[in-house]
């Protein structure tokens, strides 16, 4: 199959603390990871993506990592600042069927 | 900044109006998406366009009309809507359907009374 399941689907976080989003998928074939960022009323924004044949990636504050094996992949957010509150969707493709899915959404909330 | 560009930004019809939503991008890019996202919810996939054909139709109901004029176009079509059918309407491209990520526009949030 090709469902996602996100989790927490809240967090709340400290301002400069971490924060954690995970992710499971079910369909093997994945091969294409990104995360997206919506803020309210806003559209989904791309803010970092990773494929199967690379284990982690990172930009700046923001790192993925991605485990094959047990299927699951997450975000990792550190140093954390009040406009990183949104609400963050992964997503999973496998290029043989060509369809998005998204996980079911975490908002996060930083607190100052 | 975004380089899909959807209108209207917000669209208000009756259950026998006719409207159409439009999305364009000059990125170049072979593949555009029509996703509807309701409230607190993840985009989910309507329409696939890849190189002008349809390539994937999410069993849409035929009140809801695709088109792809060229590869920098693509519109939706409305007609008959039904309340539920109220949501935000998102387009995005990408290269093509194998060259991720997508990159979607701001939407359209479309009421219907």
């Known amino acids: 199959g090709e469902n996602v399941e996100q989790h927490p689907s809240t967090l709340s976080v400290q301002e400069g603390d971490s924060a954690v989003i995970k992710c499971t998928y079910s369909?093997?074939?994945?091969?294409?990871f990104p995360w997206y960022k919506q803020e309210l009323g806003k559209r989904p924004q791309l803010i970092i993506d990773?494929?199967?044949?690379?284990g982690e990636k990172k930009d700046q504050r923001i790192a993925v990592t991605l485990n094959k094996t047990a299927k699951h992949f997450s975000l990792h957010i550190t140093e954390t600042q009040p406009e990183d509150s949104a609400v963050y969707f992964c997503a999973r493709i496998n290029f043989g069927n060509e369809k998005l899915t998204f996980g079911t959404g975490t908002r996060l909330t930083i607190i100052p | 900044d975004t380089e899909v560009t959807q209108t209207p930004k917000h669209l208000v019809m009756g259950m026998t109006n006719k409207k159409s939503l439009k999305c364009e991008q000059h990125?170049?890019?072979?593949?555009m998406y029509w996703y509807k996202q309701k409230a607190k919810k993840p985009p989910e996939l309507m329409f696939v366009y890849s190189y002008e054909k349809l390539s994937i139709n999410e069993s849409v109901p035929s009140r809801f009309s695709p088109e792809c004029p060229n590869s920098s176009l693509l519109n939706l079509h409305l007609h008959a809507l039904q309340p539920e059918d109220s949501a935000l309407y998102l387009c995005?491209?990408?290269?093509?359907?194998?060259?991720?990520?997508?990159?979607f526009g701001d939407g359209t949030r479309l009421s219907i009374l």
């Open positions: 990125m170049g890019h072979r593949a």
């Open positions: 369909d093997s074939a994945s091969n294409y």
């Open positions: 995005a491209s990408s290269q093509d359907l194998e060259d991720q990520p997508q990159h």
């Open positions: 990773i494929r199967s044949n690379v």
